[in-house]
């Protein structure tokens, strides 16, 4: 982590957890974007004793800018629940512009009408383009336009922040 | 107006009004979505001095529930300005469910690729169904899902809310 910034990725995640249960229905299901999103739902099944498995969702193929990115990260979609009337939450690590959101929410709508679409996110660093929101984000914060922020994962499944210039 | 609630939808455009005028950027456009937004777009484009005109968006086309309602409104999209790379306000009477915004962003994607969406609404009332906000909203209230609530203009142009149970 560069900068005078720290944000530690297992702490958020532990106020997003504590976040997630109180609002928890028994319906709700679980939708990662990949790749960070999915390892977060993936945690977040365990820690909430789900026994349906969370979705992985990719936003490659709706992304606004597919033909520059093209299938970056390999465009894995699977959905292990009927999205029709589902209530959903989609999780991801970031929330930047909002066209990976976007995106992800029409990849969904190719399986089916969700009676509900709610969105989680480890961070949200501002710089919206669309009008779309987090209903829970364990850190608001502001980041130049010129800084890359990601999650990684160690092998050990550990979580850290990487911010790039 | 039945009931106890009274929502004065000239005045509630006037909050509206004003609080658009100080983040009004000189490439901004104005697209309403029929037909109540579009009846605001048209008065906010004469009342922020603008000279290019509003566009009108409609979401028929892209609702999820398309087959349910069809062409309710018609299906009029007239955008008089290029959406591509277009810093665009979108402007609607009601927000609710958050179903109409997004096939209204779809709808504008048919046209080119905006650089900016921002949405701004006289009333938010609660009831979300995705997760889109307002980044303006003139009044904040939550509504039974019963109620129905909708703006009607005047033939001489003033403008009302209706409320139906």
Known sequence: ??????????????DLLRALQPQWGANDRLVGI??????????????LGLS??????????????FARRGLADGGVTRLPFDIEGAHLW??????YTGRTVR???NELYDYGRPARVR???????????????ADCAAARLSLPADQKLSLQRDPDGRLTFSLRG
């Open 1 to 14: 982590m560069s900068g005078s910034l720290s944000l530690d990725a297992e702490s958020l995640y532990r």
């Open 34 to 47: 990949t790749s960070g999103g999915a390892w977060l739902a993936e945690r977040l099944q365990a820690d």
């Open 52 to 65: 349906v498995p969370a979705g992985v969702i990719s936003s490659a193929m709706h992304r606004d800018d």
């Open 90 to 95: 989609i999780i991801d690590d970031v929330l």
């Open 103 to 105: 995106a992800v929410i």
């Open 119 to 133: 969105l989680a996110v480890l961070v949200d660093r501002g710089g919206r383009e669309l009008p779309i929101q």
